[in-house]
């Protein structure tokens, strides 16, 4: 029996991520223990509500809360201004106070959405976080940030907003799709490779328990967004791999998944660390070594001049300066501002 791994997290007002086994029958309880009552609005995707949603929705009940659920398509397109404003109407039209609170049920596509819808509602609702993806786990449903996309590019309408409990159920990664799974997994081993090569080496191994592994992130997550809650400096080292894997998934038109994109980021700017002389060679391998367990992609199937040029163009680049978090050795890495032409030559290195 695994038992649930409690992470504090000290970013806005200090909050608790919970993992394990069984969690969503206790979401109603765990609010309640927090003070939160009154009224739920449960906002979840298509495939995440048919799973699950009776379980939250049970529990928030039983807890006493009057439960309102509004059910979103699945997919990248639902994080839009028109869903957002939807929720707020919904919400409205139901007599939602500040004090009521939004729960996101579902991966990142509804945590995004759901906390910035909460995070606008009357100026702030309360906002609590239940994720049912191993990338929404290790990554969007810790930290506060929260967006919807705009037609001129993704996440560039959001806010820093922190949720008042993370509760991560385990059993819901019994039905996420392999491939889900996998993705989830990149951005876990981007973990390792930015800081910490003792986890590299155990997520080599295979007895190492589910909840563990979710858990080691959280607590890297956790103290880099307490040092740096409003990325300004520090949560840069969360973007490893990142800078690539936006220009392969602008390239691919958003089909290619944002984690196997960012296995082939992290493959590219090791591989130009090493180039460069800046990083021992056992980091590439690892990476490798990992990338190929959990199935993911490793080469880049675009040339050197789209992807520079597709980077340039990413609206967060805008303004001159780049900072990479370049890899210096196993489960090392430092951050490196760049011009466009050394981004250009490190883009060259990294795709030979
Ligand atoms: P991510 O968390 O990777 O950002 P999404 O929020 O888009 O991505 O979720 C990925 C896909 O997985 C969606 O189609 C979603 O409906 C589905 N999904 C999420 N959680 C589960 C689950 N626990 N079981 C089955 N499907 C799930
Ligand atoms: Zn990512």
């Not at 090569?197 to 858990?215: C, K, Q, V, W, Y």
């Not at 791999?241 to 296995?263: I, K, M, R």
């Not at 210096?328 to 250009?344: A, F, I």
């Amino acid at each position: 029996m695994t038992v649930t791994k409690r992470i504090e997290v000290n970013a806005g007002k200090p909050y608790s991520v919970k993992i394990g086994k069984g969690l969503l029958d206790k979401t109603g309880e765990e609010a309640k223990a927090l003070g939160l009552d009154g009224k739920a609005l449960i906002i979840s995707d298509d495939n995440v509500a048919a799973l699950y949603i009776e379980k939250v929705s049970a529990s928030l009940k039983e807890a006493g809360f009057e439960v309102f659920s509004f059910v979103i398509p699945h997919g990248e397109g639902s994080k839009s201004a028109e869903n957002l404003i939807a929720i707020l109407e919904f919400a409205a039209e139901n007599s939602f106070s500040r004090t009521d609170t939004f729960f996101a049920l579902g991966g990142g596509v509804v945590g995004d959405l759901c906390g910035f819808a909460a995070s606008v509602y009357m100026r702030g609702a309360n906002f609590v976080q239940l994720p049912t993806t191993l990338l929404a786990a290790v990554d969007s449903s810790v930290g506060g940030k929260t967006a919807i996309d705009l037609q001129a590019g993704k996440n560039l309408a959001g806010a820093f907003y922190q949720p008042k409990f993370v509760l991560c159920d385990t059993d819901t990664f019994d039905t996420l799709p392999d491939e889900e799974f996998s993705n989830g997994m990149a951005e876990v081993i981007k973990y390792g490779m930015f800081c910490d090569g003792e986890f590299l080496d155990i997520l080599t191994e295979n007895n190492t328990d589910i909840e563990s592994i979710i858990a080691r992130c959280v607590q890297i997550k956790a103290k880099v967004v307490e040092a740096d809650e409003f990325d300004k400096g520090e949560r840069m080292f969360l973007n490893f791999g990142h800078t690539v894997a936006h220009a392969v998934e602008n390239l691919s038109s958003y089909t290619t998944p944002h984690g196997s994109a960012v296995a082939i980021g992290m493959a590219v700017i090791t591989k130009a660390a090493i180039a460069m002389g800046k990083c021992e060679n056992e980091a590439l391998e690892i990476l490798i070594e990992l990338l190929k367990k959990y199935k993911l992609p490793f080469e880049c199937p675009y040339g050197v001049d789209e992807v520079f040029e597709v980077t340039l163009k990413d609206k967060k680049n805008a303004h001159g300066k780049i900072t990479l978090v370049i890899p210096t050795g196993k489960g090392e890495s430092v951050l490196q501002k760049c011009d466009y032409n050394e981004l250009k030559e490190i883009i060259t290195l990294g795709l030979k």
